[in-house]
């Protein structure tokens, strides 16, 4: 910047010179072979339920591998559509629903259903701690943490973001959280959920580390959980042609299943 080597804390005022290097990777945007569980398909879109670890778009340090490869290998005509008509993302390690577009017009009309709030998403969430109120709304502006820049945060500048949660289930020391997303900000769960004192159990990015349990049993199982407990498991939305509300369900993964389980049983 302005002939010297920028570091990334430093800040552009506007005016300056900026250089930058650019290192190409190749065509990321291939075809692969990789499983998927398809929920429902037509001919307008595909609905995918996604397993945890994988990665939505390729990126650094994921350059393949991810549910975009996947698809251009599942549906090769979404290849000529921005981002394989993938229209909303989830976390790498969260579970659950994600429609994807065959067509241009598709995704233009998801997105626009999207913007428009009226598509239906509905997550699970295993949090530490027992939530005092059953039910509740936490509004709160999401945008980049001020210095640890891969984390989200409440910031009174960040994007309007709105989750209502609801408690479904009360274990000894833990609980199953219902969240509905009004808007659907980068880690937006996550971050409410920490805001609100009960993170998710295995989001280590947002405070739900380790803590021993009362019983060994339960702990070899907090042990072996190495996500976030965070399920995708019901999308709503308007048909692109037909117009007909269609709602579809995924059941809760194995390991996550096995989490709720063992929290029952303690």
């Given at each position: 910047?302005?002939g010297?080597?920028?570091?990334p ?5 506007g ?8 290192e190409t ?9 990789i499983?998927?569980d398809?929920?429902?398909e ?8 996604k397993?945890?670890?994988l990665?939505?778009h390729?990126g650094?340090?994921?350059p ?9 290998n599942?549906?090769p005509e ?6 394989a008509?993938?229209v909303h ?9 994600l429609?994807?577009?065959k ?6 009309y ?11 998403r509905?997550?699970?969430?295993v949090?530490?701690?027992l939530?005092?109120r ?5 509004d709160?502006?999401?945008?980049r ?10 910031r009174?500048?960040?994007k309007p973001?709105?989750?209502h ?14 969240c ?7 880690h937006?769960i996550?971050?409410h ?7 998710l159990i295995?989001?280590t990015?947002?405070?739900g580390?380790y803590?021993?349990?009362r019983?060994?049993?339960l ?19 308007s048909?692109?042609?037909?117009g ?5 369900r995924a059941?809760?993964?194995e ?12």
């Amino acid at each position: 910047m302005d002939g010297c080597r920028a570091k990334p804390k430093d800040r552009v005022n506007g005016g300056e010179q900026v250089l930058i290097e650019v290192e190409t990777v190749g065509d990321t945007d291939r075809a692969e072979d990789i499983p998927l569980d398809i929920v429902y398909e037509d001919e307008q879109l595909v609905v995918v339920n996604k397993a945890p670890g994988l990665v939505v778009h390729p990126g650094a340090g994921n350059p393949h591998g991810t549910l975009l490869n996947a698809l251009l290998n599942y549906v090769p005509e979404v290849a000529d559509i921005p981002r394989a008509g993938i229209v909303h993302r989830l976390d790498k390690e969260t579970s659950g629903l994600l429609v994807v577009a065959k067509t241009l017009e598709t995704q233009n009309y998801l997105v626009k259903q999207i913007q428009a709030r009226d598509v239906t998403r509905v997550y699970h969430a295993v949090v530490y701690g027992l939530p005092a109120r059953q039910q509740g709304t936490i509004d709160g502006a999401i945008g980049r943490h001020p210095i640890q820049r891969k984390k989200m945060a409440i910031r009174a500048d960040g994007k309007p973001a709105r989750t209502h949660y609801r408690v479904l289930q009360r274990f000894a020391e833990h609980a199953l959280v219902e969240c509905r997303l009004e808007s659907g900000r980068t880690h937006q769960i996550r971050v409410h959920m920490q805001a609100l004192g009960y993170p998710l159990i295995g989001d280590t990015v947002y405070g739900g580390h380790y803590r021993r349990p009362r019983t060994q049993e339960l702990e070899i199982v907090l042990r072996s959980f190495k996500r976030q407990a965070l399920h995708a498991c019901k999308l709503g939305l308007s048909h692109p042609v037909t117009g007909r509300e269609m709602i579809w369900r995924a059941e809760y993964p194995e390991d996550i299943q096995i989490l709720i389980d063992a929290l029952s049983e303690a």
